[in-house]
């Protein structure tokens, strides 16, 4: 498999993690979305995905992009550990939450969008973020347990965790959400959390690894 990456991406670094998670050995290739006026807008990347937008998956002679169409795929053809639930009504509420960040938070404080706001580009990340987690703590409270949804690591919290650093790169104050702290605190203790770790991929710059 070849992982097409930025070290600061939350969306790639969903994949790293379920890649971690499943023990997936791949050869990583560095997208840089600002040098050069973004890499991502090269012929040759768009040749690859079509939206110019990373994480991009070479994985059993198919290329696949999205996060979490990544992650499903990884699921139903790799199936252990197991990133959704066996019973329905917490799988429905994995994907909910996994949707919540997904669609909900992430784009809307996506480089694209920010660099279309100017200005006041970080107060509007802040906002965003503000609002999708104030629902997402009052989510969490019913599905919670040790991770997002009970005990288990799930797809959920491979979208918690980059969503939380999103949210600490741009200065959100956190003391609102205790539920999602507790949860990212844990999640970051695993090894497969560790190692995909943006301070710690190949294209990471000197001043901000690990």
């Not at 023990?23 to 560095?30: C, E, K, M, R, T």
């Not at 669609?103 to 694209?112: A, F, W």
């Not at 949210?167 to 003391?175: G, H, I, L, Y």
């Not at 205790?178 to 991929?201: D, G, M, W, Y």
Request: proline share 7%.
């Amino acid at each position: 498999p070849i992982l097409y990456s930025y070290f600061r991406s939350s969306c790639s670094w969903r994949v790293r993690i379920a890649l971690a998670l499943k023990g997936i050995s791949y050869d990583l290739v560095p997208v840089n979305l600002v040098k050069d006026g973004g890499q991502q807008f090269s012929d040759e990347f768009k040749a690859l995905n079509p939206m110019r937008q990373v994480p991009a998956l070479k994985i059993d002679g198919i290329t696949l992009s999205q996060s979490l169409a990544i992650i499903h795929y990884l699921e139903e053809t790799r199936p252990n550990p197991r990133l959704l639930p066996q019973d329905p009504k917490k799988r429905a509420q994995v994907r909910m939450i996994a949707d919540h960040i997904a669609s909900g938070i992430q784009p809307l404080q996506n480089l694209s969008v920010l660099k279309q706001i100017g200005e006041k580009k970080t107060e509007w990340a802040q906002n965003c973020i503000a609002s999708g987690f104030q629902a997402l703590e009052q989510i969490l409270q019913h599905t919670a347990g040790r991770y997002c949804v009970g005990d288990e690591v799930s797809m959920a919290d491979l979208c918690l965790v980059p969503q939380v650093a999103n949210a600490e790169r741009f200065k959100v104050d956190m003391s609102p959400y205790p539920t999602i702290s507790r949860i990212n605190k844990v999640l970051l203790e695993l090894e497969a959390f560790k190692v995909s770790h943006p301070s710690r991929q190949p294209d990471t710059p000197a001043e901000l690894r690990a």
